[in-house]
């Protein structure tokens, strides 16, 4: 089975206080769709792997942001903003 990593391109999370919501980011061909996403605190963030191989999702200095390191083919993980550091990664 082949592994895929990407470095996600960009999550920015502001501080300001709004109504939690989801955003979507969905993996495939080694791709993110959308590429930028801005979450505020106490926002999750559902990654949802599209592919037929695993999938990890790093921050730009090779940490894993996910804890499970990896996300199984056509199956999503969801990362709460508020248990991550803010500002953009």
Same mark, same amino acid.
């Given at each position: %089975?082949?592994? /895929?990593?990407?470095?996600?391109?960009?999550?920015?999370?502001?501080?300001?206080?709004?109504?939690?919501?989801?955003? #979507?980011?969905?993996?495939?061909?080694? *791709?993110?769709?959308?590429?930028?996403?801005?979450?505020?605190?106490?926002?999750?963030?559902?990654?949802?792997?599209?592919?037929? %191989?695993?999938?990890?999702?790093?921050?730009?200095? *090779? #940490?894993?942001?996910?804890?499970?390191?990896?996300? #199984?083919?056509?199956?999503?993980?969801? /990362?709460?903003?508020?248990?991550?550091?803010?500002?953009?990664?």
């Amino acid at each position: %089975m082949r592994i /895929v990593s990407a470095v996600f391109a960009t999550v920015a999370i502001a501080a300001r206080p709004a109504v939690a919501a989801i955003v #979507e980011v969905h993996l495939k061909d080694q *791709n993110f769709n959308p590429r930028t996403v801005s979450a505020k605190p106490g926002d999750t963030i559902a990654f949802h792997n599209d592919d037929g %191989m695993l999938h990890s999702v790093l921050l730009p200095d *090779n #940490e894993a942001l996910l804890a499970a390191h990896f996300i #199984e083919p056509h199956k999503s993980y969801e /990362v709460h903003s508020a248990d991550h550091r803010s500002g953009s990664v």
